[in-house]
Each structure stands twice: as structure tokens, then as C-alpha cells.
């Protein structure tokens, strides 16, 4: 008889950003996606993935809630959605000091005011932190952001309990 192994439990990562800037999360979709292949059992999940008859705000509490890391692409169309701000990011913020979830903010775009939010206690990606115009490419700016989630997702790797470590996932 086989022994099948449990079920694998996800690394899940939300990413929340204000619509203005979906080409920054279509770039860093890229980025997770290669880090998917190596790291297996990351999950990622943002409102594109919604389809007709969604109940499209449940969908996102859900998701948020369940996640292990919040990708927050700050930039000032995400600090004027309120959205973003108002919904998104306080439960991000809570999840962390509750139980430990990881805000991950992403400066996309010259975004000053940032760094007087509570947001700014956490290091952001890439370190620096440097908008994308103010890198040598945009290229540079992913693989900057890619290296460092992809840090992020090992710690947490680390700590999660064997079962977790196992089989695979699919990206969604």
C-alpha cells in the first residue's frame, strides 16, 4: 500500500496595490512565478484573479486573511486609494503584530509620505528603499524585489513544520 503524504499547506503572499499601477504587478507576478517554480509551495494571490459572480470584496478579506505575506506596492495611487488604505492595509499591519504575518512594502513609485505610516517600521522591498525610477533599470528594481522575497519566503519556509515543506502547489 502507498503512504500518501498530508496535504502541503501553501505559503500564501496577497499583494495589494491600487489599479493605477497593475503593469508593476504584472512585472512582479513575473518575479513570483519564477520563485514559485524553486519554492514550490507559494501561493499568490491578487483581485485579478476574480471572475464574474465573485463575490469580489469577501473574496479579498478571505485571501488577506489567510495570508503569510502582504505585498503592499506603495506608490501615491496607492496611498490615495482608499481601497488600499483603508482596507487592505490596517489588516495587514494587525496580522503582523497578532501573529506575526509579514508586510512586505514594495516602493513603486516616489512616494514620500510613505515613511510617516506605520508601514514604514517594516523594511521594504527593495532595501534602499528606491522607487523604480530611481534604479539603474526597472530590471534591476525586480530582481532587487525578487531577492528579496525570495529571502522572505525561505524564512518562512524554515519555520513551517515538515508537512508544509512537502509536495507542491499551484500558483494560482
Known sequence: MIERSPPVSPIRLFISYAHADATHLVELKKRLKALHRVHTQLAV???????????????????????????????????????????ELPPALAKYAESGGVPGPIIIRETPSWTAL?????????????????????????????????AVIERLAAKAPPERLSGSSATK
Open 45 to 87: 494571490w491578487d483581485d485579478t484573479q476574480l471572475i464574474g459572480g465573485d463575490k469580489w470584496e469577501e473574496a479579498i478579506v478571505r485571501n488577506l486573511n489567510a495570508a503569510d505575506i502582504v505585498c503592499l506596492l506603495v506608490s501615491p495611487d496607492f496611498m490615495n486609494s482608499d481601497y488600499c488604505f483603508a482596507k
Open 118 to 150: 506605520h508601514l514604514a517600521e517594516h523594511q521594504a522591498l527593495p532595501r534602499g528603499p528606491k522607487p523604480v525610477e530611481d534604479w539603474p533599470s526597472a530590471d534591476k528594481f525586480c530582481g532587487a524585489v525578487e531577492t528579496g522575497s525570495k
